[in-house]
């Protein structure tokens, strides 16, 4: 499991899908936000919980569309399935490696970023625990999408529509964490929402992941 986790590291970074794409979308919508909204730090701070959980969402779903796909062009996915490894342990594996290329550098730079948008000085702590909490369940569901569209060509499209949907609820709830936490408020009970969606995630959506690839590869 180790080696097929230090294997997809190297080819996500190697085949362009890693965390330099997702971090360079991620600057730039920073800038750019600024930019299109005027630079009055009440309203930057007013709108930067969403627009940094946004930029995150977005940033990842740039790395979905070959999560799979280069294995199944390569015939790699078939060896994959007959390994003694069950396809389910390499769906997990496959998320936890674009969680480690996407999710955790998102997550370490977020706070710089929260900067260019005059977050609340409060709101940084709880910025990264939405983060860290949230991400997880951004990849294993994206890891579900990109197993339902691995035989498609040209299924980015789909996928973005077919994942977009079942992000919402990490949205609001990881943009709400922020929102409190900044504020002033009690935030605790979003972010226990966040994290069992991250954790049902984990738990669940591995197995269906695995049959949608197995219905693929038939």
């Known amino acids: 499991m180790i080696a097929l986790l230090i294997r997809e590291l190297r080819l996500a970074i190697r085949a362009g899908g890693g965390f330099g794409l997702g971090l360079s979308f991620f600057l730039i919508m920073a800038i750019l936000v600024p930019l299109g909204v005027g630079p009055t730090p009440a309203i930057l701070a007013k709108?930067?919980?969403?627009i940094?959980?946004?930029g995150a969402?977005?940033?990842?779903?740039l790395s979905l569309d070959?999560?799979?796909?280069l294995d199944f062009e390569d015939g790699s996915l078939d060896l994959l399935a007959a390994s003694p490894l069950p396809l389910?342990?390499?769906?997990?594996?496959?998320?936890?490696?674009?969680?480690?290329v996407s999710g955790l550098p998102l997550t370490l730079v977020a706070p710089i970023l929260g900067l260019l948008l005059?977050?609340?000085?409060?709101?940084?702590?709880?910025?990264?625990?939405?983060?860290?909490?949230?991400?997880?369940?951004?990849?294993?569901?994206?890891?579900?999408?990109?197993?339902?569209?691995?035989?498609?060509?040209?299924g980015g499209l789909l996928l973005s529509l077919l994942v977009l949907p079942l992000y919402v609820p990490s949205l609001i709830f990881g943009a709400e964490v922020i929102k409190r936490g900044a504020s002033g408020q009690g935030a605790a009970s979003a972010l226990t929402f966040l994290a069992a969606l991250s954790i049902a995630s984990a738990a669940l959506l591995p197995f269906v992941s695995a049959k949608a690839l197995r219905i693929n590869l038939r």
């Open 57 to 61: 969402l977005l940033a990842t779903l």
């Open 52 to 54: 940094l959980w946004v």
């Open 118 to 154: 005059h977050l609340p000085q409060e709101g940084y702590l709880w910025l990264l625990a939405s983060l860290l909490c949230g991400t997880p369940a951004l990849c294993f569901i994206g890891a579900f999408g990109a197993a339902l569209t691995v035989g498609i060509k040209r």
């Open 88 to 100: 389910e342990g390499t769906v997990v594996i496959k998320a936890v490696a674009l969680w480690l």
């Open 47 to 50: 709108i930067a919980p969403g």
């Open 66 to 69: 070959r999560l799979f796909a």
